[in-house]
């Protein structure tokens, strides 16, 4: 389990094409931990997950980064073709 803080975000909620059941994120310290799960598909150079990791580690400490981060993760998401549940 990443250990970060707890800056909050709107959240969001992903599903992974292997299993119906939705996992919702509510905090930067979530999303760069379902970043760095076994779940999440991994390609090589994949820019997007690259960007959504280093927005996430970025803004653990400043709440003023913490949207751009969930703007990156839900791009990620979508880009490694999981269903995202959110307005954004």
């Not at 310290?29 to 076994?38: D, V």
């Given at each position: 389990?990443?250990?970060?803080?707890?800056?909050?975000?709107r959240?969001?909620?992903?599903s992974?094409?292997d299993?119906?059941?939705?996992?919702?994120?509510?905090?930067?310290?979530e999303?760069?931990e379902?970043?760095?799960?076994?779940?999440w598909p991994k390609?090589?150079?994949?820019a997007l997950?690259?960007?959504?990791?280093?927005?996430?580690?970025r803004s653990?400490q400043?709440?003023?980064?913490?949207?751009?981060a969930?703007?990156?993760?839900?791009?990620?998401?979508?880009?490694?073709?999981i269903v995202?549940?959110?307005?954004?």
């Amino acid at each position: 389990m990443f250990m970060g803080s707890p800056v909050p975000i709107r959240k969001v909620a992903v599903s992974f094409l292997d299993n119906d059941e939705r996992q919702t994120v509510r905090s930067v310290a979530e999303m760069t931990e379902l970043l760095l799960s076994s779940r999440w598909p991994k390609r090589a150079n994949d820019a997007l997950w690259k960007e959504a990791l280093s927005c996430c580690l970025r803004s653990q400490q400043d709440h003023k980064k913490a949207k751009r981060a969930r703007r990156a993760f839900v791009k990620a998401a979508r880009g490694a073709n999981i269903v995202v549940y959110s307005k954004h």
